[in-house]
């Protein structure tokens, strides 16, 4: 079994930060666009109090884009945002992650513990820690090849067994 796929979400958030950019539904887009510019993310976390109410999205803006005859600026965030968010918890796998955003065909997963915002994980985040733990592997088997693992004996059993 893959060694990614029994890490925890809490693993991710350890390893990238639990920093969330959010953005009041009542905002503009306008504003809304401005944050993700300026620290460089493709979605913000909408939010009404402390608690996740939406996401919104480049690709959000860019199909509203082609319906509205209004400007970014007179457009509210809670008109264009997706609300059809999944949460996850700390304590899932990056294997629930990834089936969850494929399934959903959703890129953007906040993460609570309980009901307490602590993190929000990518399909970037999850793509770019299942490589890096691929690459360990990789790299352990490099330095103790399959021989140091007996797998000579292992080889040998399964011919006998074969004999019978």
């Known amino acids: 079994m893959n060694s990614w796929i029994l890490r925890s979400v809490r693993d991710v958030l350890a390893d990238k930060g639990s920093q969330v950019w959010n953005i009041s ?22 939010v009404e109090g402390s608690l ?12 509203s884009a082609v319906h509205e005859q209004r400007t970014p600026k007179q457009i509210r965030v809670r ?46 985040d999850v793509v770019k820690w299942i ?16 021989t140091d693992l007996g797998i000579e004996k292992f080889l040998a059993d399964w011919k006998k067994l074969e004999k019978k």
């Open 79 to 124: 008109e264009i945002m997706s609300r059809d968010i999944v949460t996850v918890s700390p304590d899932k796998t990056v294997e629930d992650c990834m089936n969850l955003m494929t399934h959903r065909r959703m890129r953007h997963l906040p993460v609570m513990d309980g009901d307490r915002l602590v993190g929000l994980v990518s399909i970037g």
């Open 131 to 146: 490589i890096t733990e691929q690459v360990g592997v990789i790299d352990q088997l490099v330095k103790h090849p399959l």
């Open 52 to 63: 996740p109410v939406g996401i919104l999205s480049e690709r959000d803006f860019a199909r």
């Open 25 to 46: 539904a009542d905002a503009t887009v306008c504003d809304a666009l401005e944050l993700m510019a300026e620290k460089k993310i493709g979605a913000v976390l909408v």
